[in-house]
């Protein structure tokens, strides 16, 4: 007969959970505002620090307009036929062509082209300014020229092929993805996606920075977008997944001998930013109580006794959840430093283990080669994220080794990539962890087999942020960038450690312990079983 959470045992609970309130502020990538656009094929968008420019690709035609309200102050005819890029630069108006290539300098006050030249390569659809130099999106690669020629300074990829537009906050490069409908912040220098919005509409195409907002015409719905990016929401949640969760944990006894004193710890799933509890945890066995390691991880003891040969012992538990997708907007100069940490989290979060290792030669020579003199926790993390990506291919090998011979061997499964992380960063000086979960694995009704496991890193300002080098390591920018500050919401997490744990030693998800009478040939089964809810109702509307 199944045993559900109840009577005693909901006492308990409540102090396995560390509830979080939701966000409260306007998160990265909410609108500010919007309204509608000049015309009805927009492409390019531009500021000159007081006014929009939009242009009309198939009119050919360029729009001042009010970043108040969308009226239209002056127009122009555009000096190519088929303007696209939009940037405002030295006083003049600088447009590509998405044709030929070509690019124009146009002085709003007399409607005279002042210099023109051709773009590295054709089809330029994104033009940015910063620092005298001038930003070229054309045929998968953004190139730094100078504006008065044409001349290349460098280069570098998109962070997607399907990239469209430029613009420069000052700091850094933004572009725009006109399939997958985002918008990344990218490192002007060498093209890493250091963060990434979900655009406002379903085609991004001209993007621009104006009074610390980054604004969006979109091609489909002809409106103009003001974004928030800066705001004291860090994360933004979005993808909500409603489903009942079941894990099923079995040891087989094959015997000859019988397996006694079985004594099985459960990882409890917990209350997060982008993870809420719907129903407590129901249990096939009633657990005689809940214990929590060093690192605050609550988990169900539950004592199955002997296995004889020949029989196994199973336990199910099950919960309802809701979990989202989030997306950290980290700028890396707001991350202060390492002695902003608090020191508590500080101590705890690099301290060495039998894992890490950490004070080897090896780590310290390879940390120091990665790291170099950086002082920034958001840099110190980022390359170390990079080196791991850079230096590992995704192999499960049917162990959890040390990090050591992970990076000399050059392959790993989702824990060795975690493990190096972690220990690098720990030798850093950089707090890391990690955190384990069961795994929605294709369609929404699934089973999982593997499970997954990533890292956190803490950053001032913005707590402790997910890393997942394993996901990172991908060919495009973009989806290197997906793997630093954001998880998809395929994950029911369960288990967040810093290392060994009296509860799940270095595992996660459970962790069994027993002993036997005799040879035992013995077997554990782990499987995550997911089935879908239907999406939380709106609640009843009232009129008078």
């Known amino acids: 007969m199944k045993s559900t959470v109840n009577g005693i045992w909901r006492l308990v609970l409540p102090a396995v959970l560390t509830v979080c309130a939701g966000p409260v502020w306007a998160a990265p990538g ?32 360029i729009f001042e307009i009010s970043r108040a309200d969308g009226n ?31 690019v124009y300098a146009l002085n709003l006050d007399t409607g005279v082209v002042e210099n023109t030249f051709r773009a590295p390569a054709s089809s330029a659809t994104g033009l940015a300014f910063a620092d005298g130099k001038l930003f070229i999106l054309a045929r998968g690669k953004i190139y730094k020229v100078f504006p008065d020629d044409g001349t290349i300074l460098g280069y570098f990829d998109v962070p997607n092929r399907s990239c469209r537009c430029l613009a420069h906050d000052g700091k850094y490069l933004w572009v725009s993805d006109r399939i997958k409908d985002e918008l990344y912040m990218v490192d002007p220098e060498d093209g890493k996606v250091l963060a990434i919005l979900k655009a406002p509409g379903p085609y991004p195409a001209g993007i621009t920075w104006l009074d610390d907002h980054l604004w969006n015409v979109d091609f489909q719905t002809r409106k103009v977008y003001q974004l928030v990016i800066k705001d004291e929401q860090m994360y933004s949640l979005s993808d909500t997944r409603r489903a009942r969760v079941e894990y099923l944990w079995a040891l087989n006894n094959y015997g000859p001998g019988q397996v006694t004193d079985l004594t099985l710890n459960i990882a409890l799933p917990m209350e997060l930013p982008n993870q809420k509890l719907l129903t407590d945890p129901a249990f096939s066995t009633l657990p005689s109580k809940v214990a929590h390691d060093r690192w605050d991880q609550a988990c169900a003891v539950l004592n199955l006794g002997s296995v004889p040969s020949g029989t196994k012992a199973t336990l199910t538990y099950s919960v309802e959840a809701e979990v989202s997708a989030i997306r950290y907007l980290i700028i890396p100069e707001n ?14 979060y690099t301290a060495d283990s039998s894992r890490y290792r950490i004070n080897s030669p090896y780590i310290q020579k390879t940390v120091k080669k990665i790291v170099g003199d950086e002082k920034n926790p958001y840099w110190i993390g980022r390359k170390i994220y990079d080196f791991i990506i850079d230096s590992l291919e995704y192999e499960m090998v049917g162990g959890w080794d040390i990090p050591e011979v992970v990076l000399k061997r050059g392959s790993g499964s989702c824990s060795e990539y975690t493990y190096s992380y972690v220990a690098l960063c720990r030798a850093a000086g950089l707090p890391a962890r990690y955190q384990g979960s069961i795994v929605v694995r294709g369609d929404d009704a699934s089973i999982d087999k593997a499970f997954h496991r990533w890292a956190q890193i803490y950053l001032p300002n913005y707590g402790w942020v997910p890393v997942d080098a394993n996901r990172g390591d991908a060919k495009s920018p973009a989806d ?27 595992s996660y998800n459970s962790f069994a312990k027993y002993k036997a009478t005799g040879y035992c040939n013995v077997d554990e089964d782990n499987f995550g079983f997911w089935e879908p809810l239907e999406p939380a109702e709106p609640p009843p509307t009232t009129t008078d």
């Open 335 to 348: 991350t202060g430093t390492l002695e902003d940490i608090p020191a508590g989290i500080r101590e705890k």
């Open 480 to 506: 290197q960038g997906r793997g630093f500050g954001e998880l998809s919401n395929r994950f029911l997490i369960t288990t967040q450690g810093g290392g060994d744990s009296e509860c799940v030693g270095w």
């Open 30 to 61: 909410d609108l500010k505002a919007s309204f509608e656009g000049p015309c009805k094929y927009p492409s390019g968008l531009a500021s000159d620090g007081k006014h929009l420019f939009v242009a009309d690709w198939r009119e050919a035609k």
């Open 72 to 102: 239209v102050t002056r127009t122009w005819d555009a000096p190519t036929l088929k303007p696209h890029g939009l940037t405002y630069a030295q006083g003049k108006l600088y447009i590509s062509d998405d044709h030929t290539g070509g």
